[in-house]
């Protein structure tokens, strides 16, 4: 369930490279049409983990954190949707983008360390009285995610595909909440 990664970026660049132009060209569509599908695949992920909440996913725990494991999917789903619309849009003009590129790090870096929060709670033996400090770093970082996939929408350039991207991350809203100051 953590962030896919795929190979067709490095057989697109391979590709491109090839001195014979012909089997370079044929490589390069092979590849590109690779990345594609498998943007597709990350699109329905997003989509359909966005409106099941994640529910049946399957997580490495059955107590109270696994709500939180299944967030983190789905807000990996949603985060390489995003990153994979943004390289296949604009390409090399994202890292120009500053802020863009900055929000997509946000959230990849509130992901990361959400996981780390929950394998530091299990190594430890999963202690119940951390288990209210957890949920609550949980909670934030899964809010700040999700904050900062919106922020990338909202700020995104072609504001079409912001629209068709909002469709398959937050097809009902922003569902995800804070915890409460009380907690």
Not at 70 to 76: A, C, E, T
Not at 79 to 108: H, I, P
Not at 157 to 174: K, N, S, T
Request: charged letters at 20%.
């Amino acid at each position: 369930g953590a962030i896919r990664c795929h190979p067709w970026v490095l057989k697109e660049m391979e590709a491109a490279r090839d001195t014979d132009r012909a089997r370079g060209l044929a490589a390069f569509d092979t590849a590109l049409f690779g990345h594609i599908g498998f943007t597709f695949s990350n699109a329905t992920r997003s989509l359909v983990m966005a409106l099941t909440q994640a529910r049946f996913t399957k997580v490495p725990a059955s107590d109270r954190t696994a709500r939180h494991f299944q967030h983190i999917n789905r807000f990996s789903a949603s985060f390489a949707f995003a990153s994979d619309v943004a390289m296949l849009a604009l390409g090399g003009y994202l890292k120009k983008k500053e802020n863009l590129s900055a929000r997509l790090g946000d959230v990849l870096s509130a992901l990361y360390l959400a996981s780390m929060v929950l394998k530091h709670h299990q190594n430890q033996g999963r202690p119940e009285e951390d288990e209210v400090l957890v949920d609550w770093a949980c909670r934030t970082l899964l809010y700040k995610a999700q904050e900062q996939l919106h922020l990338f929408l909202r700020n995104f350039p072609v504001r079409w595909l912001a629209a068709f991207m909002r469709v398959f991350i937050f097809p009902r809203g922003l569902t995800y909440f804070a915890p409460s100051d009380n907690q």
